[in-house]
């Protein structure tokens, strides 16, 4: 019978290597949930961002749209004084509102997106200028003129700008 019995070493053994194995299952599986809910919160982050963004995007797409098309406005030839002077009033109050988002724009948007809107508010001013220099000097202004080319250039920068947050969003077409 001195056969059939196991040293008292190896069922201590075997409970020690068992109690070994339940902890180290414990810790990968911790890890493994550590590292899942790190994921999770990283991937709601991001979704917050990208909404904030777009967000403001839309915001400052919307402003500049709306801009846009006072500048155009001022290439109607049947504006009189106070029409002309009443959309150039609209055309300062726009760049108020788009300089009020550009804090926001500062810390979360792209350097790019935050340059090309840079950009595109120097050409919307640009109209300004010359709608308010003409007006002071002539007391009229000239459609054809320079605040024509003016207004196009503004279309066209206000769509770069629109390209530039699209594809920052993940939507480049």
Request: hydrophobic content about 40%; some cysteine.
């Amino acid at each position: 019978m001195q056969s059939a019995q196991v040293s008292i070493w190896v069922p201590l053994a075997v409970a020690i290597l068992g109690i070994f194995g339940v902890v180290a299952g414990q810790l990968v599986n911790a890890r493994r949930e550590s590292v899942r809910l790190k994921a999770e919160r990283e991937a709601r982050a991001f979704e917050h961002w990208r909404d904030k963004r777009l967000e403001l995007y839309s915001d400052t797409t919307k402003i500049l749209h709306e801009w846009s098309a006072r500048t155009i406005d001022l290439c109607v030839e049947e504006l009189d004084h106070e029409e002309t002077w009443s959309i150039i009033e609209d055309l300062h109050s726009h760049d108020d509102k788009v300089e009020a988002l550009e804090f926001q724009l500062a810390l979360i948007g792209s350097k790019d997106v935050v340059e090309t809107l840079h950009d595109a508010m120097k050409v919307l001013r640009k109209v300004s200028e010359i709608a308010h220099s003409e007006m002071k000097s002539k007391g009229h202004l000239d459609p054809a003129g320079p605040i024509s080319e003016a207004s196009k250039a503004t279309y066209r920068e206000i769509g770069y700008v629109t390209h530039v947050m699209r594809t920052e969003l993940g939507n480049p077409e």
